[in-house]
Protein backbone atom coordinates (compact mmCIF):
# COMPACT_ATOMS: atom_id res chain seq x y z
CA UNK A 1 0.00 0.00 0.00
CA UNK A 2 1.48 3.48 -1.05
CA UNK A 3 0.31 6.14 1.70
CA UNK A 4 1.23 9.91 2.11
CA UNK A 5 1.13 11.56 5.17
CA UNK A 6 4.27 14.05 6.65
CA UNK A 7 4.09 12.02 10.44
CA UNK A 8 6.87 9.37 10.33
CA UNK A 9 5.16 7.28 13.15
CA UNK A 10 3.46 4.37 9.97
CA UNK A 11 7.07 4.34 8.27
CA UNK A 12 8.18 0.87 10.00
CA UNK A 13 4.90 -0.71 9.17
CA UNK A 14 5.03 -0.10 5.32
CA UNK A 15 6.44 -1.69 2.64
CA UNK A 16 9.99 0.36 1.80
CA UNK A 17 9.42 3.43 -0.51
CA UNK A 18 5.66 3.38 0.18
CA UNK A 19 5.55 5.93 2.07
CA UNK A 20 5.19 9.70 0.49
CA UNK A 21 4.68 13.13 2.67
CA UNK A 22 4.13 17.03 1.02
CA UNK A 23 3.77 20.20 3.01
CA UNK A 24 3.38 23.55 1.96
CA UNK A 25 6.78 24.55 3.20
CA UNK A 26 9.73 23.01 2.11
CA UNK A 27 12.09 24.15 5.55
CA UNK A 28 9.66 22.54 7.80
CA UNK A 29 10.13 18.68 5.78
CA UNK A 30 13.61 19.46 5.62
CA UNK A 31 14.21 20.10 9.35
CA UNK A 32 11.47 17.56 9.90
CA UNK A 33 13.57 14.90 8.12
CA UNK A 34 16.80 15.61 9.77
CA UNK A 35 15.47 15.29 13.01
CA UNK A 36 12.70 12.49 12.70
CA UNK A 37 13.72 9.92 9.69
CA UNK A 38 17.64 10.18 9.68
CA UNK A 39 18.09 9.75 13.56
CA UNK A 40 15.50 7.24 13.31
CA UNK A 41 16.83 5.04 11.14
CA UNK A 42 13.97 4.97 8.69
CA UNK A 43 15.75 6.80 5.76
CA UNK A 44 15.82 3.53 3.69
CA UNK A 45 12.40 2.70 3.95
CA UNK A 46 11.41 6.80 3.57
CA UNK A 47 13.81 8.18 0.71
CA UNK A 48 14.01 11.85 0.94
CA UNK A 49 12.51 12.06 -2.15
CA UNK A 50 9.36 11.10 -1.35
CA UNK A 51 8.71 14.14 0.41
CA UNK A 52 8.24 17.58 -1.26
CA UNK A 53 7.06 20.85 -0.87
CA UNK A 54 3.47 21.68 -2.71
CA UNK A 55 1.86 24.93 -1.86
CA UNK A 56 -1.22 23.44 -4.67
CA UNK A 57 -1.21 19.76 -3.17
CA UNK A 58 0.03 18.46 -6.72
CA UNK A 59 0.79 14.84 -5.83
CA UNK A 60 1.30 13.85 -9.68
CA UNK A 61 5.02 14.42 -8.87
CA UNK A 62 5.57 11.24 -7.07
CA UNK A 63 4.27 9.26 -10.63
CA UNK A 64 2.62 6.82 -8.28
CA UNK A 65 -1.46 5.97 -7.39
CA UNK A 66 -1.94 5.87 -3.68
CA UNK A 67 -4.20 3.55 -1.84
CA UNK A 68 -5.03 5.76 1.30
CA UNK A 69 -3.63 9.19 2.86
CA UNK A 70 -3.93 10.35 6.19
CA UNK A 71 -4.11 14.22 6.47
CA UNK A 72 -3.40 14.81 10.44
CA UNK A 73 -5.13 18.68 11.43
CA UNK A 74 -4.58 19.72 7.65
CA UNK A 75 -7.89 20.31 7.39
CA UNK A 76 -8.38 22.72 10.63
CA UNK A 77 -5.29 24.70 9.83
CA UNK A 78 -6.42 25.52 6.37
CA UNK A 79 -7.79 28.04 4.86
CA UNK A 80 -11.67 26.32 4.00
CA UNK A 81 -11.65 27.41 0.49
CA UNK A 82 -8.81 25.72 -0.09
CA UNK A 83 -10.37 22.34 0.80
CA UNK A 84 -11.62 21.78 -2.42
CA UNK A 85 -8.23 22.14 -3.71
CA UNK A 86 -7.11 19.75 -1.55
CA UNK A 87 -9.58 16.97 -2.01
CA UNK A 88 -9.26 17.80 -6.02
CA UNK A 89 -6.02 17.29 -6.24
CA UNK A 90 -6.07 14.23 -4.08
CA UNK A 91 -8.89 12.99 -6.34
CA UNK A 92 -6.90 12.96 -9.62
CA UNK A 93 -4.09 10.88 -7.88
CA UNK A 94 -6.74 8.31 -5.54
CA UNK A 95 -9.54 6.65 -5.17
CA UNK A 96 -9.49 7.35 -1.52
CA UNK A 97 -12.38 7.08 1.09
CA UNK A 98 -12.51 9.44 3.62
CA UNK A 99 -13.55 9.24 7.08
CA UNK A 100 -12.89 12.71 9.08
CA UNK A 101 -12.92 12.01 12.93
CA UNK A 102 -12.75 15.49 15.54
CA UNK A 103 -10.44 15.40 18.40
CA UNK A 104 -13.51 14.33 20.84
CA UNK A 105 -14.01 10.64 19.18
CA UNK A 106 -10.44 9.89 20.21
CA UNK A 107 -11.11 8.62 23.30
CA UNK A 108 -9.82 5.12 25.52
CA UNK A 109 -12.62 3.39 23.83
CA UNK A 110 -12.10 0.83 21.63
CA UNK A 111 -12.70 1.61 17.47
Known sequence: MRQFSCR???????????????DARLALLEVGYAREIEPAGLAGRFPRANCTATSDFDLSGFGVRFDYGIAQSVFTHMPIGRLDDCLRAIGRISTLVAAFMRRSSWSTKPW
Open 8 to 22: GELIPYLGASHYFGI
